[in-house]
């Protein structure tokens, strides 16, 4: 479909795993976002790219997390030694251009860490 | 404090009802402003911008008041449909014009 994909839907690991999670956002879309929501909570944002330049990362829990673009395209977010406490559904999103105000989300990556 | 402040509810209304949702935001240099629905165990989605004027979008109605800093959103005629999570989202000029805050949202429970 023409929609923000993320991959993998559902991702089981064990403590202390790196796990990396995948975005294909629409094609065109030059900003693209990364949100985390723990189970009945509110979404928690993490970073943005703005083509590929991320300009504001202080969103990012941890030195653990990372995330990059490439192509004014993909984006991957990667999470090292994994926690607990990081267990929560990962979202991407894109729009059209930054401050539009309008994202497109995928339906998220879910990430339980046992 | 947070940007984004919402009453969590549940509000749970009959069919037919009218409703709504407050929200306010913390920094007064908040730009453009938005409500969302988050259908359970789904992504947000957009529901509508809120403009300056007020703006409506059929049985929906979105008002802004920058000197108290809120937001509100009413919903006539409440449809089953209507059940849902509605996230206020703000966002800011400048170097975090990337970063729009989405409120905790309001969960909205419509019976027959």
């Known amino acids: 479909g023409a929609g923000v994909s993320q991959s993998p839907s559902n991702k089981v690991t064990e403590k202390g795993k790196d796990v990396e999670l995948r975005c294909d956002p629409i094609s065109g879309h030059t900003a693209l976002y990364w949100y985390r929501q723990r189970l009945g909570q509110g979404l928690e944002f993490l970073i943005y790219f703005q083509g590929n330049s991320a300009p504001d990362k202080s969103g990012l829990p941890s030195d653990r997390f990372s995330a990059e673009r490439t192509g004014e395209s993909v984006s991957t977010l990667t999470i090292q030694r994994t926690q607990q406490e990081d267990s929560a559904v990962y979202l991407c999103a894109s729009s059209l251009d930054i401050g539009t105000g309008e994202l497109f989300f995928g339906e998220g990556s879910r990430l339980t860490v046992l | 404090r947070k940007e984004v402040e919402q009453d969590p509810g549940p509000f749970n209304v009959p069919e037919g009802a009218t409703v709504a949702f407050n929200c306010t935001y913390s920094n007064s240099a908040s730009q453009s402003f938005f409500w969302y629905r988050q259908d359970c165990r789904k992504e947000p989605k957009l529901l509508m911008s809120v403009y300056s004027s007020g703006n409506e979008d059929g049985r929906f109605t979105a008002q802004l008041n920058r000197a108290s800093q809120y937001i509100s959103l009413l919903i006539r005629d409440s449809k089953l449909s209507d059940s849902a999570t509605y996230l206020c989202?703000?966002?800011?000029?400048?170097?975090?014009?990337?970063?729009?805050?989405f409120g905790r949202g309001t969960q909205l429970t419509v019976w027959p």
């Open positions: 989202v703000v966002n800011m000029r400048g170097s975090t014009l990337g970063r729009l805050y």
